[in-house]
């Protein structure tokens, strides 16, 4: 306690985590416990570890994952991307009770582990589209909202080069 007390206003981060007290107050008692840097690549480690086990446990977030490892980016509506999906995941996960039964299901299944995929490296944007059935220049989609207007969500899927580069 004494060492934390004396050392805490001496702590300077560069990035906090999100408990960012409890950062503080730990690196300020580390040297009382434990060598410089052990509670940071512990903290950094559980971390990692928990995000891994999120994703692993969400069936879109680990077939986004495996559609993501051969490629950087991916474009196009949330009903082109199910197909995707049911494609890497495979018949069972595609016919599983968790797995979406439509393109508004995923839209609404794909921002559950957006942050987390992010800490992976994996960035997903979401764009609507909005469209005139009289002008030309902008194409119908399916969706129809109200009279001739028609709206389509655009689905962006990107990866980093380097995992864990955002705390």
């Given amino acids: 306690m004494v060492v934390g007390l004396t050392r805490r206003a001496k702590v300077k981060r560069d990035v906090l985590p999100r408990m960012a007290d409890f950062a503080i107050w730990s690196a300020a008692c580390e040297p009382a416990l434990w060598p410089a840097g052990t509670f940071a690549a512990a903290f950094a480690a559980n971390r990692r570890e928990l995000i891994e086990g999120v994703l692993d446990a969400d069936a879109i977030a680990s077939a986004i994952r495996a559609l993501m490892a051969t ?27 968790n797995w979406p039964a439509s393109a508004e299901a995923l839209g609404r299944g794909l921002r559950r582990p957006a942050t987390f995929l992010r800490k992976v490296g994996i960035e997903i944007a979401f764009e609507r589209r909005w469209a005139h059935a009289q002008d030309p220049d902008h194409p119908v989609a399916p969706g129809r909202l109200g009279r001739g207007k028609t709206v389509t969500t655009v689905t962006t899927i990107t990866t980093w080069k380097n995992q864990w580069v955002r705390s």
Avoid: D, I
Wanted: proline share 0%.
């Fill in 71 to 97: 490629r950087e980016e991916w474009v196009g509506t949330a009903s082109e991307l199910l197909v995707a999906l049911e494609g890497v995941a495979g018949e069972r996960a595609a016919k599983s009770k």
